[in-house]
């Protein structure tokens, strides 16, 4: 997930309408137990048999990374296509522009030390140095603020955002909030850094646990400046950087970056569905993000996410449950560095009737709830209706504006809105790095989340 | 440090003679108090006032990796034998030739599946591939009994052996065992495998924690067998080839490294001496490695045990204390691929009269005490002299056929051996891998370090 602080959707006022409308759905079911009983069966069938280990490792092993316009992305979306088809859930694509950056070479150095060696990636979409690379002084700044004052100094020099993750936060499962804030260097930090004549923007990797562990993520370039390279040194190279500039010596590095950005390729959403017995013209959409980063092979980020939806249609068809409602199942594509599968989603699909929308992107743990949109008495009834949830630690539901990124379209025209939350303690250590890999999932947990998510789903539903 | 199974010394005649001396010589200072109020001291100043810390920090920050032959290695031999001078220690250097072996380019990927990109780290010493790569099925082995049984069935193939280290007994803080016993496949597997016909050679990194990390270290080539190029796997990687090929498939790998093996380089030894009062004949050597492997920094292996010897010949100097016997404070060279600077210098001072030699190369935690060959009542003796290590918890002797590499030749001939150790729960999360940098150093634990060696260097000497 991107997590950007500028994709929190604001509230309009269809949103509130729609929450009306949804207020009395849910109260409506209210009292009916066969709900419950069946979403019981769910999560102990789940548990039982749970096949959403082996499509997360199919995804992430088979597969591997999935970026934006690679031909992992491609193999995933036909490969996940086949998979619903195979399980007997009805599936199509839907077109889907996207960017298409490919990394290349990323190395550093310190000239003015012993050419030490500094670790780095290029965040996404970042242009290239020239081939021979650049050499600069590297000056530090901890907020733009202070690269404010810094002013015309930061001319011809490479600018070093020293922003770590708020820790407090991160031990205090606050994760995301410590994540937006660091985040933000990330995003605008090298078009803010061109305005006074930077000739390549650095941050320190956004990350709660490092190995010398690059941290990628997507930058956002400000059509107005020139477009310098930007990269993500580890921690412990940032740190290094830092003490050198401290003991007040000169630090002057040789940066090389070759990304490509290549023209944008078609790929696509994959959409399956499981049409509704009674109301089919009203929709619950489910969804993760098939694209990932390319460091890892997007286990936690957000493959999971996918296996927990998939899983869910997957097991509602074996179970041979048929909801009053319509299930859509959707595979965003493009979720990591331009969001265009939950545009054309949305552009696609905006009259459709859509009831509520889980969003699962925030890797994969053990369970603990949702957050949403929902609050009051809407939020009191739909708790009374989940309450199979316990079962699996899942039942807590919190109050938010934001639930997701690809579901952000819709949420912001009202739609009432559910993330699944997972415990965050460490969702940070491997996230937008290479040790975003199937090893850090544990298939029980892997099992309850898809549980929690199936079950919430058929309540939805019903 | 290297804990090669090979370099464990056998204890020969000569040794117990020696102890018996040595014996003598530690009864025969019990009674006397003196040395134990000027330990006291020794511990309170440098608690108070240590700059092993700043020594570390050049060592590293600015001087950064030192592999034997590299220009950070000359660097460190200059500046240490400067530094000892301007503390006013003297000191003094002594040839060692060593290997001088350059890392290239190191990548693979499978190309059975997807070219997903395999993170790898050519071990020390190895040859390079052709510049084009290799390219081979691979076949995993878990030990050279497998290999054995494979026969024929490595030939043409990269032999990947699998040996985690064992999780139990690191924590049970007996890292040192478990990476003796995995490390023997970094050593001799490649030989081994080549002896089958295969064309290379994969271990799993031998570290206790891993985000996508790889652990390095030296083979040992068969002169019999043909050089195979060598790598290490990230124990995550190393995951994926094996549940891959455990689903039954075929893993097919393109394999690049390009290491080069350059003419040996003169490189020394930096020895520095407070010369003994009453028997300067007399010589307790104290010694850390002043070269490391290139990933990291080398802060922990062996950058702290070097801040900790040569912090004790500066405290000692700033103390004005004069030690009744000769303190030799020796900063081998090469002791990651090679050990000649241990071997020089025994080869140089064969004959000099060592009564002790305490090796600092365990890394840098909260200490705990010292391994040593004493036993029987010359240790006890030494236990009840060395009480004031109580204070900072150093206190703690345990009786040990090994003490460290580059001591090893003394220890071999007899001289009895002492081996700080720090407390070992975390050292191989970091040791060989690209996170062996200075951030991993508590300052205070590292004074607390150089305290107890301090300690007892200055009881041993008088």
Chains 1, 2 share one sequence.
Not at 18 to 46: H, M, N
Not at 171 to 188: D, L, T, W
Not at 224 to 251: C, S, Y
Not at 406 to 418: C, N, Q, R
């Amino acid at each position: 997930m991107q997590n950007e602080e500028s994709l929190e959707p604001s509230i309009n006022s269809s949103f509130c309408v729609l929450r009306s409308a949804f207020l009395v759905l849910v109260i409506s079911f209210t009292g009916s137990a066969a709900a419950e009983t069946i979403a019981d069966q769910i999560i102990q069938r789940e548990l039982a048999g749970s096949q959403a280990y082996d499509t997360l490792s199919y995804l992430t092993d088979n597969i591997g990374q999935r970026l934006s316009g690679s031909k992992g992305a491609a193999a995933a979306v036909k490969w996940t296509t086949d998979r619903f088809r195979s399980w007997g859930v009805p599936v199509t694509t839907e077109k889907v522009m996207v960017p298409h950056w490919v990394r290349g070479a990323e190395e550093a150095r310190l000239v003015s030390h012993m050419d030490q060696k500094i670790v780095l990636t290029a965040l996404g979409g970042s242009v290239a140095t020239s081939m021979m690379g650049l050499t600069a002084d590297v000056v530090e700044v901890n907020s733009f603020d202070e690269l404010k004052a810094l002013g015309a100094k930061a001319k011809g020099k490479i600018v070093f955002y020293n922003n770590p993750m708020d820790m407090d936060l991160v031990r205090a499962h606050r994760g995301f909030e410590a994540y937006g804030k660091a985040v933000a260097f990330r995003s605008s930090g090298p078009s803010r850094a061109a305005e006074y004549g930077a000739v390549a923007a650095l941050i320190r990797s956004v990350g709660s646990a490092s190995l010398r562990t690059t941290h990628t993520g997507a930058l956002r370039y400000d059509p107005n400046q020139p477009k310098i390279p930007a990269a993500a040194m580890t921690a412990e190279d940032a740190m290094l950087v830092d003490r050198l500039l401290k003991k007040g010596e000169r630090v002057r590095m040789h940066l090389l970056l070759t990304p490509r950005i290549l023209p944008d390729v078609e790929s696509a959403n994959v959409i399956a569905e499981l049409r509704g017995s009674e109301k089919p013209e009203e929709i619950v959409v489910i969804g993760g993000h098939l694209d990932s980063w390319d460091l890892g092979t997007g286990a936690i980020d957000d493959g999971s996410g996918v296996a927990m939806v998939m899983e869910t249609m997957r097991l509602l068809k074996e179970m041979n449950l048929t909801p009053k409602r319509t299930i859509r199942c959707v595979l965003f594509m493009n979720e990591e560095n331009g969001s265009n599968g939950g545009r054309a989603y949305f552009a696609n699909h905006k009259n459709d009737k859509h009831v509520a929308a889980i969003e699962s992107d925030s890797g994969v743990a053990a369970p603990t709830g949702f957050r949403t949109t929902l609050k009051g008495d809407a939020l009191t009834a739909l708790e009374r209706r989940a309450e199979p949830l316990a079962a699996i630690g899942a039942a807590k539901f919190e109050t938010t504006r934001e639930t997701g990124a690809d579901t952000s379209f819709l949420i912001e025209a009202g739609v009432p809105g559910f993330s699944f939350v997972p415990e965050p303690l460490h969702y940070f250590d491997y996230h937008h790095t290479p040790a975003d890999t199937l090893d850090k999932v544990d298939p029980k947990e892997l099992a309850q989340d898809s549980a929690a998510v199936a079950a919430l789903t058929w309540i939805l539903a019903n």
